[in-house]
């Protein structure tokens, strides 16, 4: 034969057994360590995963998923990648999710109802096993129709005792009025909220609803409060506090639906030369990086992603393997209170 032939045969793809050979294990043992790594000792592991990369081997995921009529896919829907609300969440999530061999696939869908319907219809055509959606806010059809075809779901960054959903999260409603308690603790009467769109979005509703029960619980009119709508970005909340600060009643509290929104104010405060917390104090809610990063650093409520994130991906394994225990976990939001919030000015 000559050199030419032999450069163009086609080459054999190796197989599980060539795997196997190679590392010195059962087929079975190359199997779990694919699907399932938790179940196998790190040495062997390693030994795979070295006879894998060795042989370029890459399981036939599609025959697999027939056979046992799951994909070990996951999905995830987040409403924006714009920023780092979801990051560390998402994060934990796939580590957790990687440690039981499921593989996620991730979508934004930019906060519309309609965009996160035709995705959960796509990621559901494309094989997902189980969904990680945010919040409980989604159209009738997108529950029906996961209803309709018995796809495991979780909802997470929230939690409500009104809703039976399977769900992971905190009470955005009483974490915020904790933190709002504290704000009017301090002497603050004349405030005003920076909120996302509230419509199609519970998580941005329950906050600005806790802001609105202190409120009420001090006997002050919640009618009064300033409210500005806004979607989640730094530019509009630096807009929405120029906005506040040059309006004919100034507020002495600016109270952020979230970090990112709180970041935009900081930023517009330091530029008009608005002394924070002496003229005005303001709170974010999340705990991402950026608290720590501005100057001072922001008083805001910790939000407990990586527990959170971890959690609905074992919720989500034991609701598709059917062996659920609990279905419904609370988790607790803590206030972390920095320099951005100080006694009401005098």
Request: net charge neutral; glycine share 8%; proline share 5%.
């Amino acid at each position: 034969m000559s050199e030419h032939d032999q450069t163009n045969r086609p080459r054999t793809s190796p197989t599980l057994n060539d795997v196997a050979k190679l590392a010195k294990v059962s087929t079975a043992t190359v199997s779990r360590c694919l699907n399932n790594p938790s179940q196998v000792s790190k040495a062997k592991r390693e030994r795979v995963m070295n006879a894998v990369r060795e042989l370029g081997y890459a399981p036939n995921f599609g025959a697999q998923a027939l056979a046992a009529k799951r994909t070990n896919t996951f999905g995830a829907i987040i409403p924006t990648m714009d920023n780092a609300i979801f990051a560390r969440g998402l994060q934990a999530f796939q580590e957790e999710l990687g440690r039981h061999g499921v593989t996620l696939l991730v979508a934004s869908s930019s906060y519309s109802p309609e965009l996160e319907e035709e995705q959960i219809r796509a990621l559901v055509a494309r094989g997902a096993d189980a969904l990680l959606l945010i919040g409980h806010d989604r159209t009738a059809d997108s529950y029906a129709f996961l209803e309709q075809r018995r796809i495991p779901y979780v909802v997470a960054w929230t939690f409500n005792e009104a809703q039976s959903r399977p769900s992971i999260g905190f009470d955005n409603h009483k974490a915020m009025k904790r933190l709002m308690d504290h704000v009017l603790r301090l002497g603050h009467r004349d405030i005003a909220l920076i909120t996302a769109p509230r419509v199609g979005n519970d998580r941005a509703r329950e906050r600005f609803e806790g802001v609105q029960a202190a409120m009420q619980a001090q006997g002050l009119d919640p009618a009064s409060l300033q409210i500005v709508e806004t979607p989640y970005s730094i530019q509009n909340g630096a807009m929405a506090f120029e906005g506040l600060m040059s309006g004919p009643a100034r507020p002495t509290a600016v109270i952020c639906g979230n970090d990112v929104l709180a970041a935009g104010a900081m930023t517009m405060a330091q530029k008009l030369g608005i002394d924070v917390p002496g003229e005005v104090s303001i709170t974010g809610f999340d705990d991402i990086e950026v608290a720590e990063i501005v100057s001072p650093g922001l008083t805001t409520v910790h939000v407990p992603h990586r527990n959170m994130g971890r959690g609905a991906a074992r919720l989500l394994i034991e609701l598709r393997n059917g062996e659920v225990t609990q279905s419904r976990v609370e988790l607790q939001a803590d206030l972390k209170l920095r320099g951005s919030l100080g006694a009401a000015p005098s």
